[in-house]
């Protein structure tokens, strides 16, 4: 079993839906969790940064955490064609090499 | 503009013949790592290194090599290379370890190894 899982997808919705993605995780060291946009030949983007349980919000996007229940969530609302790309959630200890782990990425595309 | 630079950015080899690829960061980081991206597999961790001089394996680190000599360069470094590693690569660096630091990562280097 992968320590992170998440939906490859792919993921259509037309322009201006709210877009929901999500990891669950199974390796309770996780305090770090992130959200990495990558655009077709281009590097992961850092999107969103949260530590432990709790939201953030960033503009059009909002990032989820549930400890408790071991999954990230992200939130784009509003969402544009300029959003249409690879999203993926990485996560890290608390200690050691400050290794991420990802999960394998969502394609998402947004129809105009 | 602060960036992580990767060099080449496309590369088509034959098995065995010895291969370098280049990692540049102009942010002072201290923290550097390299990933490979494979299908179904996401992004996985090679080697990584938590200051100059300072270099660890990661999770698959069969088949490269690392040096780092310099605060800003990581070179990642294929000896004989073979077609398992045939894959697109990343290096990715943080200011410093532990606590709140995000990873940059560069725009990748694909490599094809026939």
């Known amino acids: 079993q992968k320590e992170v899982e998440q939906d490859p997808g792919p993921l259509s919705v037309p322009e201006g839906a709210i877009v929901s993605l999500n990891c669950t995780y199974s390796?309770?060291?996780?305090?770090?969790f992130m959200w990495y946009r990558q655009y077709s030949r281009k590097g992961p983007e850092l999107l969103m940064y949260?530590?432990?349980?709790g939201n953030k919000e960033d503009g059009r996007f909002t990032a989820q955490v549930d400890k408790s229940s071991k999954y990230i969530s992200l939130f784009i609302r509003d969402s544009q064609p300029s959003d249409s790309a690879t999203y993926l959630c990485?996560?890290?200890?608390?200690?050691?090499?400050?290794?991420?782990?990802f999960g394998t990425g969502t394609r998402l595309t947004i129809i105009p | 503009e602060a960036q992580v630079t990767q060099n080449p950015r496309y590369l088509i080899t034959v098995t065995g013949k010895k291969l370098t690829v280049t990692c540049s960061q102009n942010?002072?980081?201290?923290?550097m790592s390299w990933y490979r991206q494979d299908p179904g597999l996401g992004l996985r961790q090679i080697y990584y290194s938590m200051n100059v001089e300072v270099t660890d394996k990661g999770d698959v680190p069969e088949g490269y090599k690392v040096s780092r000599k310099e605060k800003r360069n990581f070179p990642l470094i294929l000896e004989s290379p073979s077609p398992n590693q045939t894959s697109l690569y990343f290096c990715?660096?943080?200011?410093?370890?532990?606590?709140?630091?995000?990873?940059?990562f560069g725009d990748g280097t694909r490599l094809s190894i026939l």
């Open positions: 990485a996560m890290k200890a608390n200690f050691g090499n400050e290794k991420l782990t």
């Open positions: 990715a660096s943080s200011l410093y370890t532990g606590g709140n630091q995000p990873q940059h």
């Open positions: 949260t530590y432990s349980s």
């Open positions: 942010m002072n980081h201290e923290y």
């Open positions: 390796n309770s060291a996780f305090q770090y």
